[in-house]
């Protein structure tokens, strides 16, 4: 079933004209994106916070998402945001596209491998015992 505030979220979309694909789209990952919230206990009422983004996109990278696909989704998310701001539902400016969009190296190939975070908190637990 499809979130409430994604389907007004839709219905404004199709109202400025978007082109049946990307309504799609967006709707589509903006329904991911509040499914995933809920998974994690949160009464998605339209009010963002980072740490939503952030984990979000942490998860994505973890279930290796191409990169191009995690950036499309965290522009439908900017939308979304954007739309919930100018509707009233949430007042922070939460998603960075500078920060929040996944980068790809300089030169290096399309695959980038990225640790997850029990994976850092290894390294780190790793160190530190190695440093006293």
Do not use: H, P, W
């Not at 990307?22 to 206990?41: I, M, N, P, Q, W």
């Not at 939308?79 to 969009?101: C, E, H, P, W």
Request: proline share 0%.
């Amino acid at each position: 079933m499809i979130n409430e505030l994604v389907q007004s979220f839709k219905i404004n979309l199709e109202e400025d004209g978007k082109s049946v694909k990307t309504v799609e789209s967006y709707v589509r990952d903006t329904s991911a994106f509040v499914t995933f919230l809920e998974r994690k206990g949160v009464d998605f009422n339209g009010e963002m916070k980072r740490f939503y983004i952030t984990s979000y996109r942490n998860y994505l990278i973890e279930q290796q998402y191409e990169l191009s696909t995690i950036n499309k989704k965290v522009n439908s998310i900017n939308s979304f945001k954007r739309y919930l701001v100018d509707n009233g539902r949430t007042k922070d400016i939460v998603v960075d596209i500078a920060k929040d969009r996944v980068k790809l190296a300089y030169d290096s190939e399309r695959q980038v491998e990225v640790l997850a975070d029990r994976q850092v908190e290894e390294v780190l637990f790793y160190i530190e015992n190695e440093i006293e």
